[in-house]
T-cell receptor, first 114, second 116 residues
């Protein structure tokens, strides 16, 4: 069974700092990769996803993620965070061509100080 | 109304009560999910339904009983819960795709459950 690791459980940044959240998965085949965000008091929503093509994908609100197959990684980045980016971020993976049921990481809590 | 809706948004119940959580999706999806989200714990998948048939049950205690009468509605029936069952219960839907798995999940706002 695949697993997803998000090594940073809590991240605290000041506004304008750069952000990188790690996501590693364990699965040998082709995968679909997702980042979801949960703002305080709001529902989980998709930030971006990758399933083929350019390994650098861009999502909403200036976020991007890079799929590095050799490292089994899909790290989320943003060059300059804002206070409004304070949220919980979840990485999710499901195998291509197989079950559509994703495996989620345990999440990273990001706090951005103004 | 669009998206995934859940009712009630908040629920407080005693250990001997019976209650139900309701989820409705207006997206035309054919797969629906129940998740449990507890503080400081990973998102826990509880049940998955595809085309109204249960396809996944992650060893959830029998005091939780799901029901999927059609592809738009999903219920979670609760009976004799324990205080440790207090959590945010999330419903999600997606377009079932065994040949791709490209499709993301759409989540509801959740039901905040407190068991006294």
């Amino acid at each position: 069974a695949q697993s997803v690791s998000q090594h940073n459980h809590h991240v605290i940044l000041s506004e304008a700092a750069s952000l990188e959240l790690g996501c590693n998965y364990s699965y040998g085949g082709t995968v679909n990769l997702f980042w979801y965000v949960q703002y305080p008091g709001q529902h989980l929503q998709l930030l971006l996803k990758y399933f083929s093509g350019d390994p650098l994908v861009k999502g909403i609100k200036g976020f991007e993620a890079e799929f590095i197959k050799s490292k089994f990684s899909f790290n989320l980045r943003k060059p300059s965070v804002q206070w409004s980016d304070t949220a919980e971020y979840f990485c999710a993976v499901n195998p291509s061509g197989g079950s559509y049921i994703p495996t989620f990481g345990r999440g990273t809590s990001l706090i951005v100080h103004p | 109304e669009t998206g995934v809706t859940q009712t009630p948004r908040h629920l407080v119940m005693g250990m001997t009560n019976k209650k139900s959580l309701k989820c409705e999706q207006h997206l035309g999806h054919n797969a629906m999910y129940w998740y449990k989200q507890s503080a400081k714990k990973p998102l826990e998948l509880m049940f998955v339904y595809s085309l109204e048939e249960r396809v996944e049950n992650n060893s959830v205690p029998s005091r939780f009983s799901p029901e999927c009468p059609n592809s738009s509605h999903l219920f979670l029936h609760l009976h004799t819960l324990q205080p440790e069952d207090s959590a945010l219960y999330l419903c999600a839907s997606s377009q079932d795709s065994f040949t791709g798995g490209h499709n993301e999940q759409f989540f509801g706002p959740g039901t905040r459950l407190t068991v006294l």
